[in-house]
């Protein structure tokens, strides 16, 4: 009894600092939001300092015009690792194709409308050979534990991105067909006026004109 009764709380201190540690890590994470007028690029830089480094991009047009972009990933000898057309958002994880700066570029070819653009980029966890301990069960749970958090927060966090993602590129519809609608509206309007207006000269130059013809 005794025995159990210690090994429990060392279970939650290990838990705890592992989960200390997971939300250290996690804080890297940090999205990017940039803008791109019409026809414009840019571009963000990346230095992979071995030869195990592995990066986790991922971006989402947010606002503007139709959502698309271009998007090319470029390695550090000069080669195009992947090149994108028209997308609206993507995925990739990018392995090391050599030790330098790799380039992450973002154009904007389509439509005259301003674009904003959130990118992520996030160094992925490598597994590194470690020597050999003795294996505790409770490290092995709390282990476990934290590698099943983690999975499930980036599950959460990607959802959320999508969301917010959709709400932006929903909310920009509603604010162009909004605008629309009012530049309509005016078009309307004065549609309207010229034909009253019009209407008004015609009539009255009809009984103008003919009044002379009746004693």
């Known amino acids: 009894m005794f025995r159990s009764t210690i090994a429990l709380p060392s279970f939650f201190i290990v838990l705890i600092l592992a989960l200390v540690n997971l939300v250290y890590a996690s804080s890297s994470y940090a999205p990017v939001a940039?803008?791109?007028?019409a026809f414009s690029k840019e571009c963000l830089y990346y230095d992979m300092l071995t030869e195990?480094?592995?990066?986790?991009v991922g971006y989402q047009v947010l606002t503007g015009g139709n959502f698309e972009i271009d998007f090319d990933i470029t390695a550090p000898d000069g080669g195009a690792i992947t090149s994108e057309r028209q997308k609206k958002y993507s995925d990739f994880l990018v392995k090391s194709f050599g030790v330098?700066?790799?380039t992450f570029c973002f154009a904007?070819?389509?439509?005259?409308?301003?674009k904003k653009v959130e990118i992520t980029l996030?160094?992925?966890?490598?597994?590194?050979?470690?020597?050999e301990v003795e294996v505790n069960t409770d490290d092995i749970i709390a282990d476990?534990?934290?590698?099943?958090?983690?999975?499930?927060?980036?599950?959460?966090?990607?959802?959320?991105?999508y969301l917010r993602a959709r709400e932006w590129r929903n909310m920009s519809t509603v604010n162009s067909t909004g605008s629309r609608l009012a530049w309509l509206s005016i078009?309307?309007?004065?549609?309207i006026a010229v034909i009253s207006i019009a209407q008004v000269l015609?009539?009255?130059?009809?009984?103008?004109?003919?009044?002379?013809?009746?004693v």
Not at 108 to 114: P, R
Request: aromatic share 8%.
């Open 122 to 131: 996030e160094k992925e966890k490598t597994l590194t050979d470690e020597p």
């Open 187 to 191: 078009l309307v309007m004065i549609i």
């Open 52 to 56: 195990d480094d592995a990066l986790a």
């Open 144 to 161: 476990n534990a934290i590698e099943e958090i983690d999975r499930n927060l980036k599950r959460i966090t990607k959802a959320l991105d």
């Open 100 to 102: 330098g700066k790799y």
């Open 202 to 214: 015609l009539i009255q130059f009809l009984f103008t004109g003919r009044q002379k013809n009746y």
């Open 108 to 114: 904007n070819n389509y439509g005259t409308a301003l």
């Open 34 to 37: 940039i803008t791109l007028p």
